[in-house]
Each structure stands twice: as structure tokens, then as C-alpha cells.
């Protein structure tokens, strides 16, 4: 958890723990795993690449599409779903 990790400043955390809370619920676990890991933890295409085992430009497509439907979802009325196709 953010709370063990003595290596971030106060204001850090604050950032991580408000980046958590700021990503819409209606996004996926792969596309909320795929930004944490961009965003928060700031790995490269080449560092999730070899993570997940995909090629950089699979990681790039995915990150593409998860950062999509989160400014897709963050447009939404308060409470609000899509009814998109969920891809």
C-alpha cells in the first residue's frame, strides 16, 4: 500500500492517493492497472511491455484506449453510465 512506501514525500501520496480516487469506477482492472502503472509508478511501453508480456505498441494501443474511456467516462454526468460497447 501507499502507506509503506517510505520512499514518497507527503505530497506525493496525497497525489497517488487523489490519482486513485479521480479514475472513474466504470473503467475496467486491466485499464485502471494499465494507468497506475503509467501514471503512478510512471513505467515506460518498453518497462509494461515486459511486464505483461506484450509487445511496446500492444501497451501503447491498451494505454491509448484506457486514457479514451477514462476522459470518456470523466464527461459523464455525476453517478453516470455509458452505454457504449464496452471494447
Do not use: I, M
Request: charged share 25%.
Amino acid at each position: 500500500t501507499e502507506q509503506n512506501r517510505p520512499d514518497l514525500a507527503a505530497e506525493e501520496l496525497a497525489q497517488v492517493v487523489v490519482f486513485q480516487e479521480f479514475l472513474p469506477r466504470q473503467l475496467s482492472p486491466r485499464d485502471r492497472a494499465l494507468l497506475k502503472l503509467a501514471y503512478e509508478d510512471g513505467l515506460s511501453y518498453r518497462e509494461l511491455s515486459a511486464l505483461l508480456g506484450v509487445p511496446p505498441a500492444t501497451c501503447g494501443t491498451w494505454l491509448y484506449r484506457a486514457r479514451q474511456r477514462c476522459r470518456h467516462y470523466l464527461t459523464l454526468p455525476e453517478g453516470g453510465f455509458s452505454h457504449e460497447k464496452k471494447t
